[in-house]
């Protein structure tokens, strides 16, 4: 039973904890064997799964059980059976198997819990590498396994039970005497201990208690018609909560790790993200844990090693042992210009769900912190435009929403090299700049809300003049060293459109180039036109499609009452998630046209489940709903448009500050969407309201809107 077949079958095993590797082997035998893999389910917090010996010999021309009366140890093929239940908790891990044998009255059959535990670091293992020498303290059904170096106070306790147990050198030993029909349960109790900061018993039944609370305080979603979406929706919903860090201070703990396998761990981007697109189906919870630890984390001097500056905020944090000796900057670094700006527009997300004002207040001073921070680091020529450009020998080239290394390309497919300026970047901050402002208006602070939306109008004026390709019908890419627009056709203007940045006489020819079939692939909007010489469908950022990406695009054009581009995105979205298994579609996949090909391709080594990728999901329920809350005014605004495939929702226990609300969504046959409120708890109006900023809503259209029942 080797650790693989729990890990999914990745490139790497082991059983990991703060991304080091307790255990390298995990992996019951039976006389020195494997048993045979016959069925695995998967859980929230469990993974079960059958096994049989011996395994099956087939020979001559019959079927599958030709050669099932061959002996193996006195034993018939398929002769005993185990059944395993692995349980996953914040800092331990409990393997549980029932045993029995069929086809004897009573065999004796040695079996052994073979262990090796390495405590390499994440990046070690997944590059195939090793980590460190391990001590063993063993004793009567238990060992210890330590790790060797000086300066990683970790170890691994195993407790095995059920037998009597004896520790030989690699493995915990045992025979067990079975007989007909009788099972014989096993356990082995792992727990992982890291004396610099220890999780207990009592501490892991907190958190899981936590993680109760908001899994049972998370709206549902119900779907006559629809169940398999609604499956979806949820199942993405649970993996965001089983994404939890569950570590660190208390208020902490609902913060998701960016993905699995290859980055659990915190990364303010990926986790602020996915926390502000899953804030309609959870309140915010998630979203103010997320932000709690960036606050702690902020950046406080100038440490070129980490690309941390006064007001920037990390990046990503990591507590694997090579973060942990310094042997990178990762345990706390700060190359990335999105994170910043993320933070202050979710400040906006949270508010505008749960209208808490001290909330508001305790995160204010590191929303102005950002700013300053953007202004004085982030625009580090004056320019009026932030670009990046990476100090430590060890971080990322590029820091933008595309921060691979080959990730920025101009239009004749080679390499744009850094400072650059990059559109999205520019978007984020001027979003930044007017939810700051509106904050500050609500906080009584009026000669900065005036300041800060008339640096938003400024950066509009001057984006719109220099980033925009008449000629293309597209906005550049970005501006290079020389201040010169860098004309490759990319995703990035897509998040553009979200944050409200571009003209709104430039957003039609804009929406039309980037559903042009050189970027729009039938499954999502290709992060580069496939007529650029340096597109490639399996790259990166070369010509991959990214779910988050193409959510926050359906998001931005719902903004703008696109609703027949909406459908479009949305109905692409949905077709790709149903190709995985509960929606877990990776956190990239290929370019290929659909028209071509009926499958989109997958990119390698992708995380599965993705945070953002299954955020996407909630986002979409919410650009379909027009979900537009207003806590502080106990008001929340809709504006239904439903596909075909999706005719009919409701939303149960939807919270937009205090109280509490039932929804009920439906198309008519003219497919117009309507709503009707089935229940209230609490002080809220549902009122209907096309989005913020639709093109074709006038003032009497909204006065019309308010004016209907439903």
Sequence with gaps: MDAEAWCGGGTFSGYFFREARHLSVLRLELFDEDPELGSIAEGPQTIEASFLYPPVETRGGGGSGSGGATLRHGLLARGVDLSACWRVRPASLTVRVRIAVRAHDEVEVPVAWRLAADFADLQQAAA?????????????????????????????????????????????????????????????????????????????DEREERLAQWRAGAA????????????????????????????????EWLAPAAGIPYYPAFFARDSITAAWQAACLDGGELLAAAQAKAVRLIGRREDPWRDEQPGRLVQQARRGPLARLDENPFGRYYGDYASPLMFVISLGQSFAWTGDRRALRDRWPAAMAVLEWARRHGDSDGDGYLEYLTRSPQGPRHQGWKDSDNAVVDERGEQVEPPFASCELQGYWYAALQVAAVLAAILGRWRAARRLWREASELESRFNRDFWLDDEGMLAFGLDADMLPVRTLTSNVGHCLASGIVARRHIPRLVDRLFSPELFSGWGIRTLSADNPAYNPFDYHLGTVWPVENSTILFGLRRYGLDDRVLEL???????????????????????????????????????????????????????????????????????????????????????GRAEVDLRFWRNRKGRGRFRVLRRRGRLRVIRQPPLDDLGTGLAGRLLALLSRS
Aim: charged share 25%; with cysteine; glycine share 12%.
């Design 570 to 656: 949305a109905s692409a979205l949905w077709e790709l998630g149903r190709l995985w298994g509960r929606g877990r579609i990776p956190e990239c996949v290929g370019g290929l046209d659909r028209d071509e090909w009926g499958h989109p391709g997958c990119y390698p080594h992708s995380n599965v489940p993705q945070a953002w990728n299954q955020s996407a999901w909630p986002l979409l329920v919410q650009s379909l709903l027009g979900l537009q809350p207003l806590a502080p005014l106990h008001v929340l605004a809709v504006s239904p448009l439903l596909p075909d495939w999706l005719p009919e929702l409701e939303v149960r226990g939807l919270r937009v």
């Design 128 to 204: 195939g590498h090793g980590g460190f020498d391990a001590r063993v303290e063993a004793s009567d059904g238990a060992v210890v396994l330590g790790c060797e170096h000086p300066e990683l106070p970790l170890s691994t306790r195993v407790v095995a039970g059920g037998a009597d147990w004896r520790w030989s050198g690699d493995r915990l030993e045992a025979v067990l005497i079975l007989r007909r029909q009788e099972p014989v349960d096993l356990v082995l109790d792992v727990r992982a201990i890291d004396d610099a900061d220890p999780i207990t018993e009592t501490g892991e």
């Design 220 to 251: 549902r979603l119900i779907a006559p018609g629809g169940d398999a979406f609604v499956e979806l929706a949820d199942s993405a919903l649970e993996d965001l909560g089983s994404l939890a860090l569950l570590d660190g201070p208390r208020q």
